[in-house]
């Protein structure tokens, strides 16, 4: 994408990647609405959604289908319909917005922690479930029933055990290299527990596809504040969607050259050109509705350890 305007940039993004409409859904609701309380008027989301294409119909029923999935609950004033994040839905958020925004390679004193679970303590249906949640946690499935991942994970384990209902019903422990036994070193489990492949492939994509609007950016008046939401949008989407498959390992135990890290900081780098306009355009277009939506929580500056 060479000798390119900002504008093509965003038309060939979206002509080459179209977002799907709920998926795009979650990384407005996630980048910009739930800083601002969690809440949108239906109106005011159709209209954030239409600079990518997203129809009226397509964003009703992306919004009917996270209210089905216990994302958000509804309310009705006349005709008009808003809705805001549940208390679950808000806490998943922003665990999972942590992970985006928090900068790659974790800092590691060699421990592990292992999740462990019986059969005849909890159900079937439960086990899956817990599966399903750990591995989106980054653990890695050493065994039937047995899960581990590097480092402390105390706090996402006390909700992950809280949504499945199994807290109290599942083994939890801190785990570290034995220097009594002869074994293999536990470092080793990455590369049997963890299929990293599609994440590094995932990364490079994100790369190839980013890092010629970086320069564009830097052009006096490149921005403004519509263009500004657009290109964070689709930054995040795009960043999103590599980095919850991420098991964020620490970097002691990732492969050489590790993409993940220059990554971030591309991603870093253009949010922050892209972050005061964005603002703009989001407060102003939440504000058409509903004058009394505040700005972003104080916190918001600090992603990616610190916005200007």
């Known amino acids: 994408?060479?000798?390119l305007s900002v504008n093509k940039w965003i038309e060939q993004s979206l002509a080459s990647d179209p977002p799907r409409s709920k998926s795009v859904a979650m990384t407005v609701l996630g980048d910009a609405i739930a800083p601002r309380g969690g809440a949108f008027w239906l109106g005011s989301l159709i209209t954030l959604l239409a600079p990518f294409g997203i129809?009226?119909?397509?964003?009703?029923?992306?919004?009917?289908?996270?209210?089905?999935?216990?994302?958000?609950?509804?309310?009705?004033?006349?005709r008009r319909s808003q809705y805001s994040l549940t208390a679950a839905?808000?806490?998943?958020?922003?665990?999972?917005?942590?992970?985006?925004y928090s900068p790659s390679g974790l800092q590691w004193d060699g421990s592990w922690t292992l999740v462990l679970t019986a059969p005849e303590i909890i159900s079937a249906a439960q086990r899956s479930q817990l599966r399903k949640e750990l591995l989106w946690e980054g653990f890695g499935m050493v065994g039937t029933g047995v899960f581990g991942h590097p480092g402390e994970k105390a706090a996402a384990l006390e909700e992950i055990l809280?949504?499945?209902?199994?807290?109290?019903?599942?083994?939890?422990?801190?785990?570290?290299?034995s220097r009594q036994v002869s074994s293999r070193p536990l470092s080793d489990l990455v590369d049997a527990c963890w299929e990293l492949g599609a994440v590094i492939e995932g990364y490079r994509h994100f790369i190839a596809c980013f890092e010629s609007l970086l320069p564009l950016l830097n052009r006096k008046g490149a921005l403004d504040p519509e263009r500004a939401f657009i290109i964070r949008t689709l930054l995040i989407h795009a960043f999103r969607r590599v980095q919850l498959h991420d098991p964020q390992l620490p970097l002691d135990l990732l492969p050489?050259?590790?993409?993940?890290?220059?990554?971030?900081?591309?991603?870093r780098d253009i949010y922050q050109l892209a972050f005061k306009e964005a603002e703009e355009y989001i407060l102003t277009t939440l504000q058409r509705e509903d004058q009394h939506v505040p700005a972003a929580a104080s916190y918001v500056?600090?992603?990616?350890?610190?916005?200007?």
């Open 256 to 267: 050489a050259q590790w993409p993940g890290t220059p990554a971030y900081a591309l991603c």
């Open 162 to 177: 809280a949504r499945v209902k199994v807290t109290g019903k599942v083994f939890v422990c801190s785990a570290s290299e």
């Open 1 to 3: 994408m060479k000798n």
């Open 55 to 78: 129809s009226d119909r397509l964003v009703r029923t992306s919004v009917f289908r996270l209210a089905e999935e216990g994302w958000l609950e509804a309310s009705r004033e006349g």
């Open 301 to 308: 500056h600090q992603r990616f350890g610190g916005l200007a």
């Open 89 to 100: 839905g808000q806490r998943r958020l922003e665990r999972a917005y942590r992970r985006i």
